[in-house]
C-alpha cells in the first residue's frame, strides 16, 4: 500500500522505540512485498523492514519466503459440462508454480475429503490428482469438504495456511447447519481461495454466499470465472500472490497484544500490504 509505504518511509526514525532490556517474546507478521509492476519482490532481508504496534517499533528478526500449508479441493462432483480436466490441469499448474511447501489434496464430491495428506510426496499428489474423476450425478459438498480441509489445517499449528477451492457447481449439498460447517474453517485461522466456474445462466443470477463471506472474513478471495479455461489463469494470478507473501519475525514485550500493526518498506519502488499477524 503507498500510504503505509509512506508511513514507513517519513515517519521511522521518530517512532518510540521498547526499552533494550525489556522481556521480550515474537510475532510474524505475513506480508505481499511487490515491485511496481507488481511482480513479487523476494529480494529483502529484515533491514528493509519496518514494523509498528501502535505507534512503537519493532525490532525485526528475521524474514522468509512465506511456506505456510495449503490444501487444494478439486470439485468432482458431476461434470455435465465436461470441462473437469481443464480444472485438473489448472489445479497440477497451481501446484507446480507455488513451490515446495506442504501441500495437500482433498475433493469436493460425496466420495469426498481428504486425498493426500501434509506428509506425502509430492510424486504421490501429483499421482493422486491425476487418477481423479467427477463422479456422476453426484453433487458438490463445498462447505463440508472447506470444513474437512480446515481441520486438517488446524491440526499443523501452522501460524498461517490457506485452503484453495476449485468449484464447478453451484449448487452445494453440505449437510448440517452454515454455524456447524463454518466453525472448523473459521478455527483453523486460513485464508479460503475460491475459484468458481459460474457460466451463464448460473453466473448472471448468481447471489452471494457463505463462500463469498467466508474468503472476505479470512483475507482470501472468490473468483468468478465463466469458463473452465479461465482456471489457470485465475490460479496464476493467486500463485503469483502466494510467491510474493514473506513472513516477517520481530519482537514484541511478553504479554503484549498486536494493535494497529503497520508494515512498511525502505526499498525505494516496493509495495508491502500485510496480510496478517500470529503469535510465534
Known amino acids: 500500500m503507498p500510504l503505509l509505504l509512506t508511513l514507513g518511509l517519513l515517519l521511522w526514525p521518530a517512532l518510540v522505540q521498547e526499552p533494550a532490556n525489556q522481556q521480550a517474546a515474537s510475532r510474524v507478521a505475513l506480508a505481499a512485498v511487490t515491485d511496481p509492476a507488481n511482480r513479487p519482490f523476494v529480494d529483502v532481508g529484515p533491514d528493509d523492514f519496518v514494523i509498528q504496534e501502535a505507534g512503537t517499533a519493532r525490532e525485526v528478526l528475521s524474514v522468509r519466503p512465506a511456506d505456510y500449508p495449503i490444501i487444494v479441493l478439486v470439485d468432482t462432483g ?26 495437500a489434496l482433498g475433493t469436493l464430491g460425496v466420495k469426498g475429503s481428504m486425498v493426500t495428506t501434509f506428509e506425502d510426496e509430492r510424486e504421490v499428489l501429483t499421482e493422486k490428482l491425476a487418477a481423479l474423476k467427477p463422479q456422476e450425478g453426484a453433487p458438490s459438498l463445498l462447505l463440508q469438504a472447506t470444513g474437512v480441509a480446515g481441520e486438517r489445517i488446524k491440526e499443523t ?119 496478517g499477524v500470529a503469535p510465534k
Do not use: C
Open 157 to 275: 499449528g501452522a501460524l498461517f495456511s490457506a485452503i484453495v477451492i476449485l468449484s464447478a457447481n453451484p449448487n452445494d449439498a453440505s449437510p448440517g447447519t452454515l454455524e456447524e460447517t463454518l466453525a472448523p474453517i473459521i478455527d483453523s485461522g486460513a485464508a479460503v481461495h475460491v475459484i468458481a466456474n459460474r457460466p451463464g445462466p448460473a453466473a448472471a443470477g448468481a447471489a452471494r454466499t457463505p463462500m463469498h463471506a467466508l474468503a472476505a472474513q479470512t483475507h482470501g478471495e472468490f473468483t468468478t470465472v465463466y469458463a473452465a479455461a479461465s482456471y489457470q489463469a485465475a490460479l496464476d494470478r493467486l500463485a503469483d500472490r502466494m510467491n510474493a507473501e514473506m513472513m516477517i519475525e520481530y519482537l514484541v514485550p511478553v504479554g503484549s497484544t498486536p494493535r494497529d500493526v503497520k508494515v512498511g518498506i525502505k526499498i525505494i519502488g516496493a509495495r508491502v500490504r500485510g496480510l
Open 78 to 103: 458431476d461434470d455435465p459440462r465436461g470441462e473437469f480436466e481443464l480444472m485438473r490441469k489448472a489445479a497440477a499448474h497451481f501446484i507446480d508454480r507455488v513451490g515446495q511447501r506442504p501441500i
